[in-house]
């Protein structure tokens, strides 16, 4: 099982649209966990982290569930901006970060 | 407000030449790291520091060389460039290690091409 696997997309969706990423991690015991945003040709930014409880940043929704072993993030009133690769990072050996392969999003007019 | 800087932005090799990659970052982070991306492979860690002095290696260190001298700067040397070291290098600083859900913060990357 690699360390973090995202599904690579691509999304292509309509403006408005809500759309769903999601995210698997191999160590259970990870304590970190966020989603960058990467557009074409440019370095990663971080979105957002992600917290036990979940949390909201405007249309921007993420979620974990350490059961499963699994992160998502929930993108609603899909903007045209949006588009990019959002890239799944998990802490797995102390201070390193994992970072996934990404999920390609295209939003259409 | 600068952030984390890499040069140079842009660079063609031969096989066989050497270069060094500078990062320096302005926000007074411990930790910088190196990393590679390549197309359908993601980011991959070559080396790390967790402070002035110090290094580690990461997941693809072999090929490279890295030094921490100042707490600022951040040194990616290559000594002997191979085609396979063509990539995209990200440099990145966080102000503490991943355990303690520090993000990073990265530049704007390298484009190394290794003929």
């Known amino acids: 099982r690699k360390e973090v696997e995202q599904d690579p997309g691509p999304f292509n969706v309509p403006e408005g649209a809500t759309v769903a990423f999601n995210c698997t991690y191999s160590n259970s015991a990870s304590q970190s966990f966020f989603w960058y945003r990467q557009d074409c040709r440019k370095e990663p930014k971080l979105l957002m982290s992600v917290y036990s409880s979940g949390n909201e940043d405007g249309r921007f929704t993420a979620q974990l569930n350490r059961a499963s072993q699994y992160i998502s993030l929930l993108i609603r009133d899909s903007k045209l901006s949006d588009s990019a690769t959002y890239l799944c990072?998990?802490?797995?050996?102390?201070?390193?970060?994992?970072f996934g392969t990404g999920t390609r999003l295209t939003v259409i007019p | 407000n600068a952030g984390v800087t890499q040069t140079p932005k842009f660079r063609v090799l031969k096989t066989g030449q050497s270069m060094t990659l500078l990062c320096a970052q302005d926000?007074?982070?411990?930790?910088m790291y190196w990393y590679r991306q390549d197309p359908g492979m993601g980011l991959r860690l070559i080396h790390y520091?967790?402070?002035?002095?110090?290094?580690a290696k990461g997941e693809v260190p072999d090929g490279y060389n890295v030094s921490r001298l100042k707490k600022q700067n951040f040194l990616l040397g290559l000594e002997s460039a191979a085609p396979s070291q063509t990539s995209v290098y990200f440099c990145?600083?966080?102000?503490?290690?991943?355990?303690?859900?520090?993000?990073?913060?990265f530049g704007d990357g390298t484009r190394l091409s290794i003929l």
């Open positions: 926000m007074n982070h411990e930790y």
């Open positions: 990072v998990v802490n797995m050996r102390a201070n390193n970060l994992f």
């Open positions: 990145a600083s966080s102000y503490l290690g991943g355990y303690n859900n520090q993000p990073q913060h």
């Open positions: 520091s967790v402070g002035e002095g110090t290094t």
